[in-house]
């Protein structure tokens, strides 16, 4: 596609419930960002993909978040027993080859609410 | 610790002023810095800089890096209603280059 996209773009859940949020990146863009945007907060870094491989976990708050990518396309990050306080918009960038000099695209987002 | 850290927090203008929003920056190993704008959940991309001195325009839009203070401004000109945004810094740290954010400059333009 011609940018970055995201589903759902919004998702309701209850407490304690799993959630899956997916991230189709731009084509040919072989890193792939996760971030978080809480209310009051600025955006936090999550996850880092080179291809299908993460090598940066460091920003996972818990071990109830996981994602994976397969096909060095389309990321899932999994939230399992979901708490109130997971409550944000999580954002995807893609960006060329994850360099500092390649810009980072962003996605819609996806907001989760935990009741 | 890498850290990014923008003023004013938030700012209220009319149109047709002025603006000029900060960021300020402390990181191992600067190679570039990032504006972008956000207006409901995407932050789209504005500007990367990666040399002092060198001005970036696109439009009424336009920054600046400094590196030796360490800080880079992003300039709005006759401001329109359609700006009103948050403004966020941004710059990539670590091996894997992830941006760290400022919290960012909540701008309203009002008519």
């Known amino acids: 596609g011609a940018g970055v996209s995201q589903s759902p773009s919004n998702k309701v859940t209850e407490k304690g419930k799993d959630v899956e949020l997916r991230c189709d990146p731009i084509?040919?863009?072989?890193?792939l960002y996760w971030y978080r945007q809480s209310l009051g907060q600025g955006l936090e870094f999550l996850i880092y993909?080179?291809?299908?491989?993460?090598?940066?976990k460091s920003g996972l708050p818990s071990d109830r978040f996981s994602a994976e990518r397969t096909g060095g396309s389309v990321s899932t990050l999994t939230i399992q027993r979901t708490q109130q306080e997971d409550s944000a918009v999580y954002l995807c960038?893609?960006?060329?080859?994850?360099?500092?000099?390649?810009?980072?695209?962003f996605g819609p987002g996806t907001r989760l609410t935990v009741l | 610790e890498d850290k990014v850290v923008q003023s004013p927090l938030s700012l209220v203008v009319h149109e047709g002023d002025t603006v000029t929003l900060n960021c300020s920056y402390e990181?191992?190993?600067?190679?570039?810095l990032l504006w972008y704008k956000q207006e409901k959940k995407a932050p789209t991309f504005l500007f990367m800089l990666?040399?002092?001195?060198i001005e970036k325009k696109s439009g009424r839009l336009s920054s600046i890096l400094d590196k030796k203070e360490l800080f880079s401004i992003l300039n709005i000109t006759a401001t329109q209603t359609g700006d009103s945004a948050i403004y966020l810094c941004a710059v990539p740290g670590g091996a894997t280059n992830k941006l760290i954010f400022g919290t960012g400059t909540l701008l309203a333009v009002q008519p």
């Open positions: 084509s040919g863009h072989t890193a």
């Open positions: 990666t040399s002092s001195g």
């Open positions: 993909f080179q291809g299908n491989s993460a090598p940066d």
């Open positions: 960038a893609s960006s060329f080859t994850g360099g500092p000099y390649n810009e980072q695209f």
């Open positions: 990181v191992t190993n600067f190679r570039s």
